[in-house]
């Protein structure tokens, strides 16, 4: 993590049941560039602080199709920014593994996706890249690649575990309100 990401202002993160979140993030154009050169600090600071492994625009109220990850393998921060990322392939073979978010605090859950993706996107400096991902890199690609298409990971549990975690939420969101 460098200075400049340590240092960029944090933003705020929307909690579920926020309507923004469920909104479409469009793509991101030349037109964008200065905005998105300020934004992918701020959006790792604000990942890092939270601490989360993944962030993703419209978690901070931005409907700009990016994200940032880092799942530190080996314990190696690994920053990863990643504009207009598409999923390109994924294998038929599929892992359930438990996720979080953090616009979905302290609410877990086990989630099935497929076991490896592959992804195209542009980085931080414009650069055409892909990325084979498997293992909670994959996992944690696909959650927010999907928040970009408004989704959330509870929409993949049956109705009546999500009911049950949204209800837990709710109850620990009104908790904490109280105390302020
Ligand atoms: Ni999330």
């Not at 799942?71 to 598409?86: K, M, Y």
């Not at 498997?134 to 999500?162: M, S, W």
């Amino acid at each position: 993590m460098s200075d400049l990401q340590t240092q960029a202002p944090l933003l705020p993160v929307l909690i579920c049941p926020d309507p923004q979140l469920r909104k479409m993030a469009r793509a991101v154009t030349p037109a964008d560039k200065a905005v998105v050169a300020k934004l992918i600090p701020s959006m790792f600071a604000t990942m890092y602080k939270a601490p989360g492994i993944g962030l993703a625009a419209p978690q901070v109220g931005r409907h700009l199709r990016v994200i940032t990850v880092d799942v530190a393998p080996n314990d190696v921060p690994t920053p990863i920014a990643l504009i207009n990322p598409e999923i390109i392939g994924a294998s038929e073979e599929t892992v359930v593994q438990q996720e979080g978010c953090l616009s979905v605090p302290e609410q877990y859950a086990d989630v099935t996706r497929p076991a490896r993706v592959k992804i195209r996107y542009l980085d931080e400096h414009w650069v055409k890249q892909e990325i084979e991902a498997d293992g909670l890199l994959a996992a944690c690609l696909q959650h927010e690649i999907d928040h970009l298409n408004g989704v959330l990971f509870v929409d993949y549990l049956t109705p009546l575990k999500r009911n049950m975690l949204l209800r837990k939420l709710a109850k620990a969101q009104k908790e904490l309100k109280g105390k302020r």
